[in-house]
C-alpha cells in the first residue's frame, strides 16, 4: 500500500467495530526465528466471538527492502454458528479457505473501501476424528491438559508445546477433540508463539520450535494429571469405559 509497518488491508465492515479490528490486530503477531512455519491460531474476542486464523511468511521483502513480512486471513464465528461445528477449529482448517497471497487479496477486497465481503463457508458436518493411536492412559493424560483450559487462561501461563510444527498440531487435535464441544471453547491457541506476549494476547497452550520461556507449564511438568472435579472423574471413566473413536 506503500505504507510502512504492519496494516490492515481489508476486513468486513458489516458486522466489525473499530474496536474489533484493533483486538484482532493486537493477535497478528509473527516474527522469524530459527524457522518459519505457518501459524494457526484459534482464540475467541471481547464479545465472545471465535476466532479461527491462518498467518503465513512472505519471502519478498517490501518495497523499502526490508524482509519479515507476513499475510493473516482470519475468520469470526459467531456462537450459534461455532456450535453449529461442535466447537471444532479444526473442521476450519481441513476444510482450508484461508487466503494467503496479497494478490489474492486485492482480488476479492475493495481497496478504495478497505471492505472485503463475508464468505460463506462449506464446513463438513463429519466430527473431525483423531487420526493417531495411543494408549487410553495417554488419551486421559491428554484430554486433561484440554480441561485446564480455563485455569491456564486465569492464570495467563499457557501450556507450551515444543517441536515440529506437525507435532505441535497432533497434540492439539488429540487434546481438544477428546473433550465434549462444551469444554472445547476455550482451548484457544497458536502454533506459533515465537515472541508473542501471554498476557495481552492469551492461549491455553502456544506452539515453540525450542525451548520456551521459563514462564510457561510444560508437559513434562504436568504428565499424569488427576482428575479433581466430578466432571474431570466422569470424564475419565467415559474414556476407560467406551474408549477413543478413532
Known sequence: TGNRGFQTLFYSHEGLS???ISELEDRT???TGSTQPIKR??????DGRCVVAQTVPLPEPDR???SG??????FIFGQTDWEKI??????VFDASPFISTVKESLEQGNFQSGDIPPRFLEISDNETKLTTSASIQNYIDWGL????????????????????PEYVWELLRIAILLVPPSKRLLCTFDTHFYKCDEVRTPVWAAGFAESPPSRFYLLSELSHLSPSTPFERWWVDCIKNQGVDI
Open 145 to 164: 491438559l484440554a480441561l485446564q483450559a480455563p485455569k491456564f487462561l486465569e492464570e495467563c501461563r499457557p501450556l507450551a508445546l515444543v517441536g515440529s
Open 29 to 31: 503477531v509473527y516474527y
Open 41 to 46: 491460531q484459534y482464540f475467541r474476542i471481547n
Open 18 to 20: 473499530e474496536n474489533d
Open 69 to 74: 513480512r507476513f499475510f493473516s486471513h482470519r
Open 86 to 91: 461442535g466447537c471444532d477449529p479444526f473442521r
Open 64 to 66: 523499502f527492502g526490508r
